[in-house]
């Protein structure tokens, strides 16, 4: 069956970095575009970032200049490298996989980011 694993996450001082990795497996993984999206406590999931097959990037402008999406087809991999990291970006991070033609729409199980002092 179709894995993501995310990890990278962990306990970091505001004004940090961290760096999320996402490995897809059994998929064709140049075929998705990828997500992360985040869940913060008592708060929906909402999308961060996205990356396109062809390699377009957007994504929400709280994250904007300090967040930036990538992808390494050959390794199956989605990165997000953050910085400048805020107590508001304290979430549950989750990967995303979508082909909208497929109809497939896949979800990891997530990585805590935990922004304290």
């Known amino acids: 069956q179709v894995q993501l694993v995310e990890s990278g996450g962990g306990l970091v001082q505001p004004g940090g970095s961290l760096r999320l990795s996402c490995a897809a497996s059994r998929i064709i993984f140049s075929l998705y575009t990828m997500a992360w999206y985040r869940q913060a406590p008592g708060k929906q999931r909402e999308l961060v970032a996205t990356i396109t097959t062809a390699g377009t990037t957007n994504s929400v402008d709280s994250v904007k200049g300090r967040f930036t999406v990538s992808r390494d087809n050959a390794k199956n991999t989605v990165y997000l490298e953050m910085s400048s990291l805020k107590h508001e970006d304290t979430a549950v991070y989750y990967c995303?996989?979508?082909?909208?033609?497929?109809?497939?729409?896949?979800w990891g199980q997530g990585t805590q980011v935990t922004v304290s002092s």
């Open positions: 995303n996989a979508k082909n909208v033609r497929l109809g497939h729409n896949y």
